[in-house]
């Protein structure tokens, strides 16, 4: 795939965030056994991995223009993720080469639809405002920020500020904060940053541990009520969308996965396409529900990763109904 660039003169999505390899571990029994004993696996991989990155390829996939900007190392396996973005069509003149850092790596213990994940976050820490285009701001339509917490100490200080340059110039955004390693969940810089974000787009426990709820339609409720609007990730369950007072659930027929990972990237993915096509955010996220669902079918967050009309063509299988301010447990 060749890359679509800027020939209009503007990029579709910029997306800022963390990029790294996946080594992917997948089989019936994937728990190490410790005393240096071996232990055969079904299979391992390595591919495109970090939030940010996956994002940037299932968007690429499904026709939009992409910058992605983050950090990686000067060693073997920031040429890896270099080469592998290139071939997806995704820019990289904005990803920051580190001399002194090693690129981030993740390793993923895959079990159906569980995983336990181990992340060395090596040169994607290093990555701040600083380091984010004006330029690629100036020109966007869309920018979306993933893994807050993973960039938190070093991107957090000045998220506030990219993100108003972006929407001055007339973008939308997005964030997906990911999980958080040190278990925090935010302070007063989040809420700054979700002030200034037009759809925030967490799974169901994230939103819950941001807005330090117990329950889902409580944390909806907090976290529209910080500005943003909110495309709640449920899993095989679908999505929940909170617009101010509009609550909709976004369901899709069920798949049998072959990995889960980057499932919830590709929805974003999905959900950004959308949004720039001029759906609603229920809309948006049916589509973003059906990218997700794509990618589950092959081992890794990109290999399955749909084009753009296997993606509209699943989503309008996509059952959307408002329930009020009484959202549904399950």
Known sequence: MTGRGEAGGGTDLVVVGDCNP??????????????QQEKLVDGI??????SAAITAVAAARLGLSVELVAAVGADPAGDFLLGQ?????VGTGAVAVRDGAPTGMTVALSHGADRAILTAVGAMASLTAQDVPAGLLARARHVHISSYFLLERSLGPGLVAVLAAARAA??????????DPAGKWGDGRLRAALAQTGVL???ETEAVRIAGETALPAAAAALTALGPRVAVKLGERGALCADGP?????????????????????????LIAGLLRGLTLPGAAALGCAVGALSTQAPGGTASSPDLASALALAQTASV???????PSS
Do not use: I, Q
Not at 22 to 35: A, H, Q, Y
Not at 85 to 89: N, V
Not at 249 to 262: H, N, S
């Open 170 to 179: 007339g973008a939308t955004t997005s964030l997906d904060t990911n999980w």
């Open 85 to 89: 973005l290139a071939r997806e069509g």
């Open 321 to 327: 109904r408002r329930v009020g301010g009484e959202m």
């Open 22 to 35: 996946d080594v992917l571990v997948l089989g019936d029994d994937v728990t190490p056994s410790f005393g």
């Open 246 to 270: 509009a609550w909709h659930r976004v369901e899709l027929p069920p798949v049998t996965p072959v990995d889960t990972t980057g499932a919830g990237d590709c929805f974003n993915a999905g």
């Open 201 to 203: 787009l967490p799974n």
């Open 45 to 50: 991989w390595m591919v495109v991995g970090g």
